[in-house]
């Protein structure tokens, strides 16, 4: 197959023959050791993560689905339990996510043409890209969906660029598995499909079984999952619809583009416009350009607020960028120079970011630190759920003991749920998302001690007055800032009868 004229001067070509072999070189592999390292050396520093916390209660509660996600990242929370409940136990497999996804790219820069330096280039752009750093610290949804994005992206263009048909069953069966821990998933295929079919290149492709094959096995292993949709009332519809509510101001329109190249880092902003130029010129590779900017655009437009929800497709650009930056230093008469330009943007990049997505500051300091909010949100949960306890034992002590404790929002009640377990607590029940799902159970309604959540409680309980207020230790600023604490009694209704109108997804 003849490469055309746009392919020569996108440096790109599919002939096995004369491309590039697609090996990893060893730089690229000590990369991937470092930001491994890296990710696990501050993984037991200022604690939990809400979503941690939550997937922990939740993995108590093991199902095919959850209303606010696949049943994937929870059930690999429950395995952490064979090193202790605690952050770096939680933390190791998303790093070792992180650490896979760094080869990967390295992998994707060889496919796409690139040599030895485009792929090491690839792999230090994406270990120290801000979202790759901050998201494989946390035990949540958001590593294992990068890694399958990463795992179909490079099965999908094996397929297509080295005519290697089977792949297409691989990025099936990553598909699947990337279905059951994230939606997002589905917005790849979606674009990935549209984006083949709109170009030339490859649209016989789909003429072929294999991309179905590898479809079918993904809509099987996702099945359970489904089928637990269908069978809840499709919950993760309204959940998708809130959180584009919550989602979508005109600030969060504003700040769409510039976070998403705040992402990328001061390295990758470069090479990421110049992957998109790299991709759009050749005709080989537009399917991966048209794909991104299906993405990008879907993402910007329908949910601007979740910007990093296009990230997944981050390691494709930075890994076309990354040859053109390759073909850059070879023409120039002094690459030496260039070289040491690019290795200054990652290392400046890398300082002015690194204190905002990772915890390697001591909590004293965090609150000195512009944009910390994501890790700043793991201070504070053990000093809430003392706080809580304070606020029960004052209340038994005047003769008014609590009987059950109601919080505004899954992060509250599971904080409180797990560090108060030793506290002999009331039940920990609340109406936000799975907590709703799990129900009151038998808690009593007669007093009931809440966490941010009068505004919820005030309208069905004849007395709601407030206790104390509370703010996480150290002056950090936090989403969890200012939470109040009090008690309501009189209940208009028993919890069963409150439970529907107290539902809200988030």
């Known amino acids: 197959m003849a490469a055309d004229p746009g392919d020569a001067a996108g440096g790109a070509t599919t002939r096995p023959e004369i491309a590039h072999a697609d090996r990893v070189p060893a730089a690229a592999w000590v990369i991937a050791g470092c930001y491994v390292a890296l990710e696990l050396t501050v993984s037991g520093r200022y604690g939990f993560q809400q979503d941690e916390l ?72 994406v270990a120290i890209s801000p979202i790759f750093l901050g998201a494989m610290h946390v035990g949540n949804t958001t590593p294992y969906d990068l890694l399958a994005w990463s795992v179909v992206t490079v099965g999908v263009v094996t397929a297509l660029l080295r005519d290697r048909p089977r792949w297409w069953l691989g990025a099936g069966v990553a598909a699947g598995i990337g279905i059951n821990d994230e939606y997002l998933v589905l917005t790849l295929l979606a674009a990935l499909v549209l984006a083949i079919v709109s170009t030339s290149a490859h649209r016989r492709a789909l003429a072929t079984r294999w991309p179905w094959l590898g479809g079918g096995i993904a809509l099987v292993i996702w099945l359970p999952n489904l089928i637990w949709q269908f069978a809840n009332g499709w919950p993760q519809l309204t959940m998708a619809a809130s959180l584009r509510a919550d989602n979508s101001s005109a600030g969060d329109y504003a700040a769409g583009i510039p976070g998403q190249l705040l992402y990328a880092g001061l390295l990758g902003i470069p090479l990421l416009i110049a992957g998109f130029v790299n991709l759009w010129r050749s005709s080989q590779l537009r399917f991966l350009a048209v794909a991104a900017t299906i993405i990008v655009v879907y993402v910007l437009a329908w ?204």
């Open 303 to 506: 949910i601007p607020g979740k910007v990093y929800y296009a990230d997944g497709i981050l390691p494709v650009l930075l890994a076309a960028g990354s040859g053109s930056a390759e073909r850059w230093i070879d023409r120039g008469r002094r690459p030496v120079r260039r070289r040491v330009l690019l290795g200054g943007l990652a290392v400046v990049g890398t300082i002015l970011l690194l204190p905002a997505v990772l915890p390697v500051l001591p909590v004293t300091r965090l609150h000195t630190v512009n944009g910390a909010t994501s890790i700043a949100d793991g201070v504070g949960w053990p000093q809430l759920a003392e706080e809580v306890a304070a606020q029960d034992i004052s209340l038994s002590r005047a003769g008014h003991p609590p009987t059950s404790i109601f919080t505004g929002a899954y992060a509250e009640a599971s904080a409180v749920e797990l560090y108060g377990a030793k506290q002999r607590l009331p039940p920990v029940i609340s109406a936000h998302n799975m907590f709703w799902h799990w129900g009151p159970g038998n808690a009593p309604d007669s007093t009931v001690l809440y966490v941010d959540a009068y505004d919820q409680l005030k309208p069905y309980f004849a007395n709601c007055r407030r206790l104390a207020v509370y703010n996480p230790p150290y002056q950090v600023q936090n989403d969890w800032n200012d939470l109040d604490i009090g008690v309501c009694t009189g209940p208009t209704e028993p919890w069963r009868s409150l439970w529907p109108k107290l539902k809200h997804y988030e």
């Open 54 to 125: 939550y997937f922990l209660v939740a993995d108590r509660h093991l199902a095919f689905g959850y209303v606010d996600q696949p049943p994937l990242a929870v059930l690999l929370t429950r395995t952490t339990d064979l090193f202790g409940v605690n952050p770096t136990a939680i933390r190791i497999l998303p790093a070792l996510a992180g650490g896979a996804v760094v080869i990967l790219s390295a992998r994707l820069a060889a496919l796409l043409g690139g040599a030895r330096t485009a792929r090491i280039l690839t792999a230090l752009s």
